[in-house]
């Protein structure tokens, strides 16, 4: 992973020198474009399936948790003095956190957006619990977490989030039909035989890797944004499931690649700038979209609408 990540920052230097960009000589920018990349392929990913099932709430649930995932960690260190890595804690609360909503749900028959109020609440009131108890040592460095911060991507993040990455294109990639098929129609797939709940674990535990992973840049008040903006988005402009998910992945790219250079060269956070310019290809994403259902309405096509009707 390290000689990856050393590759990479040989690709980012060379840009640097041949096209004069000043922010790519530095290492926390290689790493932080990477971790962007990766993220806008990650987040659509699952985020398509979440905003067609109407679960786009989920993403804030779980990043609460993860908050509560990361004051374990720093909570752990601060007091036994280990060097575990806040975002692995992150990742772990976050999954339980994740297979919890799905039990809440199923045990005792509330709506899913009951069991992510319940899971939401409980995990940012663990991480407010845990800071408290340490006299508030812990709330300076929980800010990185809270609003994302391009400088502290270490490069034990980006092997995290290389890991994640990996995890969730190779399960995607696997269980993508029947994904596919539990998202559009849960009872079809119960006849033809498939496990719909085990399907719909995977996809919130999936869900908790994307938030922690998303996590480091964005911060936990933001990064439910990058699982359902660009999906929003992309859903103006295409006319199928998988169009969808592959333009959502480019607005997604947009949306961090450019984010990220603004929050360099303005110093503003990364996670704000990164949903602000999400926000702005949403809102061009939308006038594209109503710009073509106008050209596709034409005054012949009614006409002839009408002429089928009245035969």
Do not use: C
Not at 14 to 42: K, N, P, Q, S, W
Not at 121 to 143: P, R
Not at 176 to 196: C, H, I, M, P, S
Not at 259 to 276: K, M, P
Request: proline share 1%.
């Amino acid at each position: 992973m390290l000689w990856l990540l050393d590759r990479w920052s040989d690709l980012m230097l060379t840009f640097a020198d041949r096209f004069g960009i000043e922010m790519l000589e530095y290492g926390f920018m290689h790493r932080a474009f990477l971790v962007g990349i990766l993220i806008a392929v990650m987040a659509p990913l699952i985020g398509t399936f979440l905003v067609h099932r109407q679960l786009a709430l989920i993403g804030d649930a779980l990043a609460h948790t993860a908050f509560a995932g990361v004051a374990v960690g720093l909570f752990v260190n601060a007091v036994l003095g280990t060097g575990v890595s806040p975002y692995l804690t992150a990742v772990v609360v976050a999954m339980i956190a994740a297979l919890a909503i799905e039990l809440i749900s199923e045990v005792t028959d509330a709506y899913n957006d009951v069991s992510m109020a319940i899971v939401l609440s409980t995990g940012f009131a663990l991480g407010a619990v845990l800071i408290s108890l340490n006299s508030g040592g812990l709330a300076v460095g929980i800010n990185q977490y809270l609003f994302g911060n391009l400088s502290t991507v270490s490069n034990q993040n980006a092997i995290i989030l290389i890991g994640l990455f990996a995890v969730i294109s190779l399960v995607v990639g696997f269980t993508y039909k029947q994904l596919l098929y539990v998202t559009f129609d849960e009872t079809a797939a119960r006849v033809a035989g498939l496990n719909v709940a085990w399907y719909n674990r995977i996809m919130v535990m999936l869900t908790a890797m994307v938030v922690v992973g998303a996590m480091q840049i964005m911060g936990v008040i933001l990064v439910a944004a990058m699982l359902v903006v660009p999906v929003a988005g992309a859903t103006q402009l295409a006319r199928s499931f998988r169009e969808a998910l592959l333009a959502s992945i480019v607005l997604a790219e947009i949306a961090v690649l450019a984010g990220i250079t603004l929050s360099y060269r303005y110093e503003a956070t990364a996670g704000g700038t990164i949903v602000l310019v999400a926000v702005a290809v949403y809102i061009v994403a939308v006038l594209i979209g109503k710009a073509q259902s106008h050209r596709d309405t034409t005054p012949e096509t009614d006409s002839r609408i009408e002429r089928q009707l009245s035969e």
